[in-house]
């Protein structure tokens, strides 16, 4: 695949279709693969792409808005979903980026690799449901179903939504993904069972901001969180409360405009169950205000801009969960 | 809060200008009674209210949150609490998502000319706080005296 979307970069820069290229290439280290811009043929060797490349470009469009020329960008289903929903709030321009849709089985988290016994990792090759892990210490064989990251487990769509060209064969949509499996469980629970885990959860926060900084619908230029006025600081919390207070605040910031891309779990180095939030709201919104799925279309009305004149109540909630 | 070792709820009520402000307002010309445990805030309109301020009421030791407004279709600014409505609903789910008590925050939706509505929803829900006790699940310590 890698040479495939290599070979059709530099034909398209070498045209002119397009200025530069929004890809990935090696990190610090062979299992972090980072976001960069190529905007020469010959920059395009460094070019890379295979099971690491777990970033979403989308965001990363922003800053082209203001630029000239066309940015071509490879986009996976999920970072698709963002891409329209930049769309939706006018923070890209669809006439400055060439798409280039990639289909995607999932992508291999380098902890479930650790976990599997990789350490010194060098390289990842796939073929078919196997993967091939180079390390330090030679190779080793692994089933790719095994080593995926917790959001691909449960992939709401292998479908890319938007694309000017596709390589290789579109996905579909994957309604029975189970993806607010984890969300009922946690909302049988009783009251003080899901204070205890949140407290678990949450109380790792270091409030390193990663959540935040790469979550693709986070994308004021001024955050609130930011504003030293407003009370939440630029710090590691000091009381229970601000981690309630951030995650919280975070979580609704995005309510309605979240595609569950699971970026904000991906990159918590903390690995928060974040998406939990994002999903409950997800969930909640479905339930309240019939399915909705934010960035399957571009321009659709997110549930919390919109309104009707029988929603139900507030205290729906706590009759909802009455038995509960 | 402990007043002569009996629990006082510290309860924080939004109100629209528009109408439960001046239901409130009623309700004090008519000599209703409700606990003076209740402090108003008056905001412009209830869609006014960030998911913040509520939290930010409960940091500060507020045992419950109240939001007033309009009834739905008789916004001063014709639709704004109908966004009210959803970003509140979304609230509650998540607070008791995240295992906070059920009941410590409502909305109400309380006319100009209902005093007697203002003065009794203010009565049932300082009584639903009093039940439930000191707010512990969202407070801050630094902000406890």
């Given at each position: 695949m890698q040479e495939v979307m290599k070979k059709r970069a530099?034909e398209l820069?070498?045209?002119?279709?397009?200025?530069?290229v929004l890809g990935w290439?090696?990190?610090?280290?062979?299992?972090?693969p980072?976001p960069?811009?190529?905007?020469?043929?010959?920059?395009?060797?460094?070019f890379v792409y295979n099971d690491f490349c777990a970033s979403n470009l989308s965001?990363?469009l922003?800053?082209?808005?203001?630029?000239?020329?066309?940015?071509l960008v490879f986009l996976k289903p999920c970072d698709s979903y963002s891409f329209n929903?930049?769309?939706?709030?006018?923070?890209?321009?669809?006439?400055?980026v060439y798409i280039i849709g990639v289909p995607c089985d999932g992508k291999v988290a380098?902890?479930?690799?650790?976990?599997?016994?990789?350490?010194?990792?060098?390289?990842i090759e796939t073929e078919g449901d196997q993967i091939k892990?180079?390390?330090?210490?030679?190779?080793?064989?692994?089933n790719k179903k095994?080593c995926l990251g917790?959001r691909c487990l449960s992939c709401k769509s292998h479908q890319v939504v938007v694309f000017d060209e596709m390589l290789g064969e579109n996905g579909e949509e994957n309604p029975d993904c189970?993806r607010?499996?984890?969300?009922?469980?946690?909302?049988?629970?009783?009251?003080?069972?899901?204070?205890?885990?949140?407290?678990?959860?949450?109380?790792?926060?270091?409030?390193?901001?990663?959540?935040?900084?790469?979550?693709p619908?986070?994308?004021?230029?001024?955050?609130?969180?930011?504003?030293?006025?407003?009370?939440?600081?630029?710090?590691?919390?000091?009381?229970?409360?601000?981690?309630?207070?951030?995650?919280?605040?975070?979580?609704?910031?995005?309510?309605?405009?979240?595609t569950d891309c699971g970026e904000?779990?991906r990159?918590?180095?903390?690995?928060?169950?974040?998406?939990?939030?994002?999903?409950?709201?997800?969930?909640?919104?479905?339930?309240?205000?019939?399915?909705?799925q934010?960035g399957a279309?571009?321009?659709?009305?997110?549930?919390?801009?919109?309104?009707?004149?029988?929603?139900?109540?507030?205290?729906?909630?706590?009759?909802?969960?009455?038995?509960? | 809060?402990?007043?002569?070792?009996?629990?006082?709820?510290?309860?924080?009520?939004?109100?629209?200008?528009?109408?439960?402000?001046?239901?409130?307002?009623?309700?004090?010309?008519?000599?209703?009674?409700?606990?003076?445990?209740?402090?108003?805030?008056?905001?412009?309109?209830?869609?006014?209210?960030?998911?913040?301020?509520?939290?930010?009421?409960?940091?500060?030791?507020?045992?419950?949150?109240?939001?007033?407004?309009?009834?739905?279709?008789?916004?001063?600014?014709?639709?704004?609490?109908?966004?009210?409505?959803?970003?509140?609903?979304?609230?509650?789910?998540?607070?008791?998502?995240?295992?906070?008590?059920?009941?410590?925050?409502?909305?109400?939706?309380?006319?100009?000319?209902?005093?007697?509505?203002?003065?009794?929803?203010?009565?049932?829900?300082?009584?639903?706080?009093?039940?439930?006790?000191?707010?512990?699940?969202?407070?801050?310590?630094?902000?406890?005296?």
């Amino acid at each position: 695949m890698q040479e495939v979307m290599k070979k059709r970069a530099s034909e398209l820069l070498a045209d002119g279709t397009v200025v530069r290229v929004l890809g990935w290439k090696n990190g610090e280290f062979a299992y972090d693969p980072t976001p960069a811009v190529f905007q020469t043929v010959e920059s395009l060797e460094a070019f890379v792409y295979n099971d690491f490349c777990a970033s979403n470009l989308s965001k990363y469009l922003i800053k082209f808005l203001r630029q000239e020329g066309k940015t071509l960008v490879f986009l996976k289903p999920c970072d698709s979903y963002s891409f329209n929903q930049l769309l939706t709030e006018h923070r890209v321009i669809r006439e400055n980026v060439y798409i280039i849709g990639v289909p995607c089985d999932g992508k291999v988290a380098e902890d479930k690799l650790r976990e599997k016994g990789a350490e010194g990792i060098l390289g990842i090759e796939t073929e078919g449901d196997q993967i091939k892990v180079k390390t330090l210490y030679g190779d080793l064989d692994l089933n790719k179903k095994e080593c995926l990251g917790e959001r691909c487990l449960s992939c709401k769509s292998h479908q890319v939504v938007v694309f000017d060209e596709m390589l290789g064969e579109n996905g579909e949509e994957n309604p029975d993904c189970g993806r607010f499996d984890m969300v009922e469980k946690l909302e049988a629970m009783t009251p003080e069972q899901r204070f205890e885990f949140w407290r678990g959860e949450l109380s790792k926060c270091i409030r390193c901001n990663a959540c935040r900084n790469i979550c693709p619908a986070c994308s004021c230029e001024k955050c609130v969180f930011d504003n030293p006025a407003s009370g939440i600081s630029q710090k590691a919390a000091a009381d229970s409360f601000e981690e309630n207070m951030f995650h919280i605040i975070r979580a609704f910031h995005v309510a309605g405009r979240c595609t569950d891309c699971g970026e904000c779990s991906r990159v918590c180095p903390q690995h928060i169950l974040l998406h939990l939030l994002n999903r409950k709201f997800i969930k909640e919104m479905n339930e309240c205000y019939g399915e909705y799925q934010a960035g399957a279309e571009a321009g659709s009305r997110a549930p919390l801009v919109n309104f009707t004149m029988d929603d139900c109540e507030p205290s729906i909630i706590y009759t909802k969960e009455a038995g509960k | 809060m402990q007043v002569n070792n009996e629990f006082r709820p510290k309860i924080v009520a939004f109100c629209c200008n528009w109408c439960s402000y001046a239901g409130a307002d009623l309700a004090g010309t008519n000599r209703a009674n409700y606990p003076a445990d209740v402090k108003i805030i008056r905001v412009p309109c209830s869609c006014r209210v960030n998911p913040m301020f509520i939290l930010r009421a409960f940091q500060r030791g507020a045992d419950g949150v109240i939001l007033c407004g309009c009834h739905p279709g008789d916004c001063h600014y014709t639709t704004g609490n109908y966004y009210a409505r959803r970003r509140m609903t979304m609230l509650f789910s998540m607070l008791s998502y995240l295992g906070i008590e059920k009941g410590r925050t409502r909305v109400e939706w309380v006319s100009a000319a209902e005093g007697a509505k203002f003065a009794a929803t203010m009565n049932e829900f300082v009584e639903t706080i009093t039940a439930l006790g000191e707010n512990k699940r969202l407070e801050d310590l630094r902000c406890k005296k």
